[in-house]
Every structure is written in C-alpha cells, then in structure tokens.
C-alpha cells in the first residue's frame, strides 16, 4: 500500500476542527451512567488537520478502481456510468431526510414518485403491478419465486416444488429456489447457447412450479425460442420467471410480459442508474401480471378515491421482504433515469449497448476463442481462454494483467459452462476511444502470452497491490487497525 490509514496520520494535539461551546446545562456523567459505564483511558481517534484528513482520503479514493476513472466491463453486472444529476435528486433534502415512519399524507411526494416509478416499470416490463421493496435482485429472485409458490398454493396445487432452470442460470437463482421452497430441475443448454428445448419438454410435468430464466441468457444470447419454452412450461401447469437482470440489453425493445412470462424482476442498480458494487444498496422490484399482484408484499403505493398516493395492502399479500418501503435513494435515482432518457433514449441506450458488445466482440474474435458465436450478441459476450490456457497462461492472469493496462478485469468463470471464461460486458456509455483501448489492450495481453508469458503470468505489476496470495487475501480478513488506546 502506498498509503497508510488515519492513524498514522495523527499527530498529538494536532486538530481540524473544535467544537461549538456547550449551549446545555453540563452533566456529571460519572453521576449520570456511573463509574462502571465509563471509558477506562483516551478515546483514540486519530488527531489530524482538516487538510491532512481530506489528503488522505483523496489519495485512497485513487487507489480503489471505479467508474469515475476508467472502463468497468464486468460482464453480467453491468456497471454503466450513472449521471451525477440523479445523485442530485436522490439527494434532495426532502428525499433524503425522509425518516421511514413519516405519515402518508407528510410524504406524498415521495409516494408521487414511487407510484410513478411503479408504473413506468410496469410498462417496461409488460407487467400489470409492482413491488419496489426487494432490497437487490436476488431478493427480488426470492419475492418472485414467493408469488409463484402462493399461487399455486391457492389452488391447492401443493405438489408443484420443482423449479426448471438452464444450466446457464445466475449463481443466485438455485440459492433463491431453495430458499423459497422449491427444488431446482436443470435443463441442458444445446450448441447455440440456448434453451434445449427437448430437454426441457422432457422435464416439464406434474411437479413443475414454474421455470427460472435469465433472457438474454448469461452467454449473452437471447433466447430465440422463448415462445415455445413459456409455452410448454404453462402448459405443464407452472408458471415463468424471467431474471431481469440483462435487461439493459431490452429496454424499449422487447418486453418479458410479452415473451410469455408472469414474473420479472429488474435490478435498478445495474439497469437504471445508481452505481453498481461496492456492497451496495440495491434495488430489486418485482413486476408481475395482474392475478399475481394480490400476493405482492406489502405495503404498495395505492391511489386514494380522491386520487392521493397513499400506502396500501395486497389482499393477499404475503407480508414484508424488507423494512419500510425499500431502498428510497436506489428508486429515485431510477426515477431520474428514466425521466431523463424517455422511451426513444432507454431504447437508443439499449442500442448502442447492443452495438458496443459486438463491436467489441468483433474486435477480440481473431486473439481469442468465442463459443457460441453464431450471431450477434446481446450487451455482453463470452471469450474462453483455452488457447491461453494451453500456453501456461489462465484466463484468471490475463484478468489480472488487464489491471496494469489501467482497466477492471472483466467477470471471470462465469458462466461455468465455458472452460476459461471471460464475460465482458463494455454498457452503452463507453465511447469509441474506450472500446479501442479496452480492445488495444486485450490484444496486447494476447501477444504477450505468445512472447512473453511471465508479463501475465506475474500480474499485477503496476498497481498499489501486487499479486495477492488468494487464500490469504480471502481468510485472512484484518483490514481495521485497532483505535482504543489503553
């Protein structure tokens, strides 16, 4: 590390700032709380000046990587430039120092704009209701396998626990599915990528609750059968789940309530602005068809008689999945987007995040190997590194060699149905400039592990971290130096 923490900054007696004379009546708190209650010696906290502390948390904030300073093409997570303007409205004091127990008729406007939200996600989607509650998509994951289950328990239909799924599937769908009660039955992917559809036909029966289905898939591909596939899912008796989270690769263009499903959650911290990573918090609504929506959490956004938002029951509702009414910021931040962009700019977004991967992708196919490469990809693509492989040469050190080139490394063995994998996914927001370097440097890497492997296999050579001992780096976790002093 090139940078220490506070505490090496602090200086004895050394001060940024003092505190106002006391304007209450003192108290004795060795009376108050007694002598048990009080601290023993110092406090600890480190002693700096206003201009050391704002230096030292500036030059960490150059050490992280983030959006603000470089491409960020992690595949399936979508990690877009959000604007600064919808941090601006998420901020607004009447936004952010909202206190969650307020009473309706004291919060109109921010129900005004969840109602709005709600309603502009419903039309994204295909949708006819909407929960904004979810904390993050697999919360939401789990809240849409909820519905399904309450559904098909109403019609005394208590033998359906199994949950189709393609072996492309997101890490958290089987972990949701388990969660909620279900059995996860998995369906083979065929030679294009795709859904097998026989294998699936196959699997479909009595026992279906419904099927669990990421479109665009996880190779970023999208599912030319999908017609057929809710189908023959509704037909055994289940009911569809589209994971939402590739829908930066629809917006405008197709919607899951009119692919045939019944469920979807959207995940607004990869799609609709709010930055993406770094622990959060996310946002996960749940958008369903209409005899589904008695069963959302609750509460909802409902319109008074006199036409006042106000908080609302489903009538059948299954009770909370989060405190209060979600993660408020992450929502009006989506509201934002969405009211900047309009419906011509969220299609031209999904567009050019469309036109971004393939360029990329063309770019990247003579260095690289590309399965299931029969057409134009989606907002993302995968690369498989065998060829590197064979050299001495893992995807995992390519990965980490993209870090000395001033880029974060893409998602890396994911999905796990490609040996090597590599998913990059480049959004919508990068320029040409952006893509040519990411491509300049992928290309690079490519011809250092035909001439110089030890350049990749050593990465990273010019970061504030070198390479890490990965066991340690994962088991041994003390990143917080002590601060009570004796």
Known sequence: MTEGTIFHESCCGRRGMDLPALDVPRVDPAATFGTDALRKGAVGLPEVSESQTVRHFVNLSTLNFHLDKEMYPLGSCTMKYNPKLNEDIARLPGFAGLHPLAPAELCEGALELMENLGRYLCEITGFDAVTLQPAAGAHGEMTGLLLIRHWHLERGDTGRLEILMPDSAHGTNPASCTLAGFRTVNVKSNAKGEVDIDDLRSKAGPATAGLMLTNPNTL????????????????????????????????????????????????????????????????????????????????????????????????????????????????????????????????????????????????????????????????????????????GVKTLDMAKRLLDYGFHAPTVYFPMIVHESMMIEPTETESLESLDAFAGAMLSIAREVDEKPHLVTDAPCATPVLRLDEVRAVKELEVVEGWESS
């Open 220 to 391: 970023g591909i999208f599912e030319s059968g999908i017609g057929e596939i809710t189908r023959i899912v509704h037909e055994a008796g289940g009911l569809c789940y589209m994971d939402g989270a590739n829908m930066n690769a629809l917006m405008g263009i197709a919607r899951p309530g009119d692919m045939g499903f019944d469920v979807c959650h959207l995940n607004l911290h990869k799609t609709f602005s709010t930055p993406h990573g770094g622990g959060g918090p996310g946002s996960g609504p749940v958008a369903c068809r209409q005899d589904l929506a008695k069963y959302l959490p609750d509460p909802v956004v409902i319109r008074t008689a006199e036409g006042r938002p106000a908080m609302g029951r489903a009538r059948a509702s299954f009770g909370r999945m989060l405190a209060f009414h979600g993660h408020f910021g992450v929502l009006a931040r989506a509201w934002a987007y969405i009211r900047t962009l309009g419906p011509e700019g969220l299609r031209e977004a999904s567009e050019t995040a469309l036109l971004n991967a393939n360029y990329l992708k063309a770019l990247l196919r003579e260095a690289f190997d590309i399965p299931y490469d029969d057409g134009p990809c989606m907002h993302e693509f995968v690369i498989c590194g065998e060829r590197q492989a064979r050299k």
